[in-house]
């Protein structure tokens, strides 16, 4: 009987390999790179023509590679990073199988020319297709220089699935980008052909790296992240609620060094906005985690760009904290933008979507009548934070650091309470917001330990007028703030209600006449699920017949709203979503929306009084910037910024 079973021969075995490690041109570039890092070096040039295809260059100024080293390089599992399992538990280096060499010769025609820079005379080691060609001895710079022309030359399917010359360049460069801001200590350039895409300095100033890579303008505007755990430390800068985009395309995670994809830190991003921003926008970061070896796995896939952590729970909670915290004390306050301020992305990020060659101008002229606009729209911006970081020479390391403490509540209780009056005003439903006359305003500030931005305090704020009964035009005679009434109400509503849960103890409201509700199949069992939850909430339900429930009670702090109309909107709001819910997130959806219901609401009109009471109450909360939702309170308009509408500048 003839054998089935039989052993690939090594071209073959290459070639499947190359296809695990390297799925496309920046796949080889990112390979490449991460080499010349981990040989310590301090400048890495990389060149491409066209979309990598025909030529990639990567020349760096690192330890090089002696004549004995240079053949085991391109044989497949040769590594000098490790020699046991053992060692991946505290392993630095970004590269340990040795395949990338070998599985990038198997589908090229490769040159590696290296010289250590104790040796006289370099070495140059030609391979086509894998197979080694000639080795010789050249005079050459200390470092190594690594040729790779005619990718994918002899797997033809492999070209086919390439996408054009401008996004297969973009992603090269997106690579390039993200490496440069993961070791902003570097000097990287990017050439394609002869025109320099991307340059950074090297001199260690992340914020710097960031310019480069996204602009000057955005990294201005960015706030930086310095906070310590017994065991992390995370590090970088986060844009302000006021800066968002509409996909996850400018968020960068760094692990010792080492760009990675990560849901987990995604998420944690996330959460860390939660309520700060609206929920399908998202936040522009650059994040260094530094986390012990021992604590994560990265050996999970060839390219080593997904990992594990072991402690993912207290991580994603650490990481949250610290955003969130950042966040609150940094305080921006959004403003309204010219178009005229509105500035392209960097030239890197253009390359995702055409070949660079045509610059977009960064000047800020004041827009004529005939200025079209429909151009300008790369980014998405809610409103634009005023430019409060414009010091650009941030050192990385030297950035002020807060101690990492047990993490509190998302929103903690405030020093200064809602007055009564108000709170009472709350309460009631026959007009929404009905205050008392008599009632002394209080525009407190904010606590010491959360200073406001010089010149945006709330504080001396009064009102001018209700504008379509909606927003409430301000100023405190420097600038204009437009408030969304509703917005800044629900805020008010949120924390308060959020203190009250917070304070009681667990309570309930019987109902005189107790309401049946009747449930799906499917509704019920979530139900019963977390009828635990709602217990501890203060809802008492009963069961009363197949699918059929008694309300009993609900939470203290409902109010006069239909009980059950509010539990059946909760249910559907919340209980039915796919990720199982906890008590905190149940409790959290319940408080948006009682804040949202007994908010007032667009359309109700105040007088001027009630507009200084809800200015007043507004200032006195944690985040007076966003209502829960994540949508911004209030805009501001300068004296300046009017003058330029009026082209008086």
Known sequence: MTALIHILDAHSANQISAGEVVERPASVVKELVENSLDAGANHIDITVEGNGVPLIRVRDDGNGIGSEDLPLAVIRHATSKI??????????????????????????????????????????LTLNAGEQEEM????????????????????????????????????ISDTVGRIALAHPDIAFSLTHPHQVVLQTSGRGDLREAIAAVLGHAIARQLIPVNVHH????????????????????AQYFMINGRIIRSPLLSRALAEGYHTLIPAKLHPIAVLHLSVP????????????????????????????????????????????????????????????????????????????????PSAEKSEIRVSEAPKTYSQPQIKFPQQPTQVY????????????????????????????????????????????????PSGQSLSHIWPLTQLFNTYILATDGKILLMIDQHAAHERINYERLLKEFKQAEKSSQALLIPLPMEFTLQEEQVLLENLWILNEMGFILEQFGSRTYLLRGVPAQTGAFQADDLLRQFID???????????????????????????????????????????????????????????????TMTRSELEKRFYRT
């Open 83 to 124: 020699t046991q399992i053992e060692d991946l538990d505290q392993l630095r280096t970004l590269g340990f199988r040795g395949e990338a060499l070998p599985s990038i010769a198997s589908v090229s025609k490769l040159e590696i020319s290296s010289r250590p820079a104790d040796q006289p005379a370099g070495l140059s």
């Open 293 to 372: 070896p021992s604590d994560y796995d990265v050996n999970v896939h060839p390219t080593k760009m997904d990992v594990r952590f072991k402690e993912e729970q207290e991580l994603t909670l650490f990481i949250r904290e610290a955003v969130y915290n950042t966040l609150i004390k940094s305080k921006p306050l959004p403003s309204i933008q010219t178009k005229a301020d509105l500035t392209p992305l960097a030239k890197v990020a253009n390359t995702l979507t055409k070949l660079p060659g045509t610059r977009s101008s960064n000047s800020e002229s004041i827009p004529r009548p005939d200025h079209n």
């Open 573 to 635: 709001q919340v209980l039915l979503k796919n990720s199982p819910p906890t008590f905190d997130k149940i409790l959290e959806e319940w408080i948006y929306m009682l804040a949202c219901k007994e908010s007032i609401k667009a359309n109700d009109s105040l007088n001027l009084l009630e507009m200084e009471q809800l200015i007043a109450s507004l200032s006195r909360t944690q985040n007076p910037y966003t209502c829960p939702h994540g949508r911004p309170t209030m805009i």
């Open 405 to 452: 403490k047990h993490p509190e509540p998302l929103v903690s209780d405030r020093q200064a309470a809602d007055s009564p009056a108000l709170q009472q005003a709350d309460r009631q439903d026959s007009d929404p917001f009905t205050l008392k006359t008599d009632e002394t305003l209080n525009l407190q500030k904010s606590p010491s330990d959360q200073p406001e």
């Open 136 to 171: 010789k001895e050249i005079g050459c710079p200390a470092g190594t220089c690594v040729t790779v022309r005619d990718l994918f030359f002899n797997t033809p399917a492999r070209l086919k699935f390439l996408k054009s010359t401008p996004t297969e360049f973009g992603l």
């Open 230 to 249: 017994e065991k992390w430390h995370l590090q970088g800068f986060i844009s302000p609620p006021s800066l968002v985009r509409s996909s996850r395309q």
